[in-house]
């Protein structure tokens, strides 16, 4: 199975500044003939199910604000938050789905310095 | 909108089973494929099982292969997660989702499920 490891596994951040979270996957999530990345990211806060905030690792979906970001390609991948808002304290999850089964990374748990 | 509501968690001893179900909404539930996913309290997600929008293709974790059936009824629009000789470790939140070109766009509430004696 594809391993993704996150990194860090928490951090704080003061509102307004920068959160930048990582994930790296154990092969390459690239699929060559449609040159899309096969990961996504998640937003949980507590108590709720995760929300879908990125796929094809840089693609937002509708309804995410633009201070989420998503980057990287095959097996180094990159969330950030431009602007870190009090309603963004939550744990992030990324995936990858370039295999069956799936598989998600640890979490990264964002709070506020 | 889309909405998803499962159902059928609770508390249950080692070894028995249970069926969780999922109720769909809001969206042509027989053109999509569907997941479940499981979160241990206070753990991270787990993909525990996939159908396809026809039943024709079913993938398992393998943490559950060989215990756990997924199925589904498109007349009923519900999906289905039948869980058999149950473990402590299968203690979770188990959460139905919509598959969107094999990544989870929706999820339910989710339905919790505890292994204790």
């Known amino acids: 199975d594809i391993v993704l490891t996150q990194s860090p596994d928490s951090l704080a951040v003061s509102l307004g500044e920068r959160a930048t979270i990582n994930c790296k996957s154990s092969?390459?999530?690239?699929?060559?003939?449609?040159?899309?990345?096969?990961l996504v990211w998640y937003q949980q806060k507590p108590g709720q199910p995760p929300k879908l905030l990125i796929y094809?690792?840089?693609s937002r979906e509708s309804g995410v604000p633009d201070r989420f970001s998503g980057s990287g390609s095959r097996t180094d991948f990159t969330l950030t938050i431009s602007s870190l808002q009090a309603e963004d304290v939550a744990v992030y999850y990324c995936q990858q789905y370039y295999t069956n089964p799936s598989t998600f990374g640890g979490g990264t748990k964002v709070e506020i310095k | 909108q889309v909405q998803l509501v499962e159902s059928g968690g609770g508390v249950v001893q080692p070894g028995r089973s249970l069926r969780l179900s999922c109720s769909a909404s809001?969206?042509?539930?027989?053109?999509?494929?569907m997941h479940w996913v499981r979160q241990a309290p206070g753990k991270g997600l787990e993909a525990v099982a996939f159908?396809?929008?026809?039943?024709?293709?079913?993938y398992y974790g393998h943490s559950v292969k060989g215990r756990f059936t997924v199925s589904r009824d498109n007349s009923k629009k519900t999906l289905y997660l039948h869980v058999n000789g149950l473990r402590p470790e299968d203690t979770a939140t188990y959460y139905c989702?919509?598959?969107?070109?094999?990544?989870?766009?929706?999820w339910g509430q989710g339905t919790l499920v505890i292994v204790s004696s």
């Open positions: 092969q390459s999530v690239l699929y060559n003939p449609n040159n899309k990345n096969y």
């Open positions: 989702t919509k598959d969107l070109r094999g990544y989870n766009d929706h």
């Open positions: 809001g969206f042509v539930f027989s053109d999509f494929g």
């Open positions: 159908i396809s929008y026809d039943g024709s293709r079913i």
């Open positions: 094809w690792a840089s």
